[in-house]
Antibody, heavy 118, light 110 residues
Framework: VQLLESGGGLVQPGGSLRLSCAAS????????MSWVRQAPGKGLEWVSV????????YYADSVKGRFIISRDNSKNTLYLQMNSLRAEDTAVYYC????????????WGQGTLVIVSS | EIVLTQSPGTLSLSPGERATLSCRAS???????LAWYQQKPGQAPRLLIY???SRATGIPDRFSGSGSGTDFTLTISRLEPEDFAVYYC???????????FGQGTKLEIK
């Protein structure tokens, strides 16, 4: 499983950023795909998931209305559009793929760091 | 909303010893939907156990998972130097889909 995140960086509060996750060796539309984040020195927090097929999307309450998960099947790439960013959104953002055996467990990319600061 | 509480927060052991990590859910969780991960500093989490007791591909058999209902355990039978890391349990809720993580247990060298 190869997941390569990109797009992280420094952004001011209130700003926007789009993260990308390029997948290889599998087809993302065949798996539920998630974003999970980890604030510096903290634990793991699930952010969002996009389902297979029709691509239903779900979000943690902390990002609902501000973040949008999507995928481009032709590019085999997952995205996270992050708007109205806050300092508390500062974290490493991981792209994660549900396993073949079960949707309930995840394989992870290496992550990309987002820093929200003025 | 299901809350996962891991204990202890920090576990200090020596190589060769047995480690027992606990994950307690605030309400009953399907065993099929309970997973464990290992995370080393600067690295992404790595899947160890899914379905409460099934080892992921490439995971050594010194790692085992057990439990049901609200109490789950990750056991490392004989600690190797590379096993010292932070461990997270995670449950999946299907309606609506959500992944919930415990706060982690840090396994450190004594």
């Amino acid at each position: 499983v190869q997941l390569l995140e990109s797009g992280g960086g420094l952004v001011q509060p209130g700003g926007s950023l789009r993260l990308s996750c390029a997948a290889s060796e599998f087809t993302i539309s065949n798996y539920a795909m998630s974003w999970v984040r980890q604030a510096p020195g903290k634990g793991l927090e699930w952010v969002s998931v996009i389902s297979t097929g029709g691509g239903d999307t779900y979000y943690a309450d902390s990002v609902k209305g501000r973040f949008i998960i999507s995928r481009d099947n032709s590019k085999n790439t997952l995205y996270l559009q992050m708007n109205s960013l806050r300092a508390e959104d500062t974290a490493v953002y991981y792209c994660a793929k549900a396993t073949k055996a079960t949707i309930a467990a995840l394989y992870w990319g290496q992550g990309t760091l987002v820093i929200v600061s003025s | 909303e299901i809350v996962l509480t891991q204990s202890p927060g920090t576990l200090s052991l020596s190589p060769g010893e047995r480690a027992t990590l606990s994950c307690r859910a605030s309400q009953s969780v399907s065993s099929s939907y309970l997973a464990w991960y290992q995370q080393k500093p600067g690295q992404a989490p790595r899947l160890l156990i899914y379905g409460a007791s099934s080892r992921a591909t490439g995971i050594p058999d010194r790692f085992s998972g057990s439990g049901s209902g609200t109490d789950f355990t990750l056991t490392i039978s004989r600690l190797e130097p590379e096993d010292f890391a932070v461990y997270y349990c995670q449950q999946y809720g299907s309606s609506p889909p959500v992944y919930t993580f415990g706060q982690g247990t840090k396994l450190e060298i004594k």
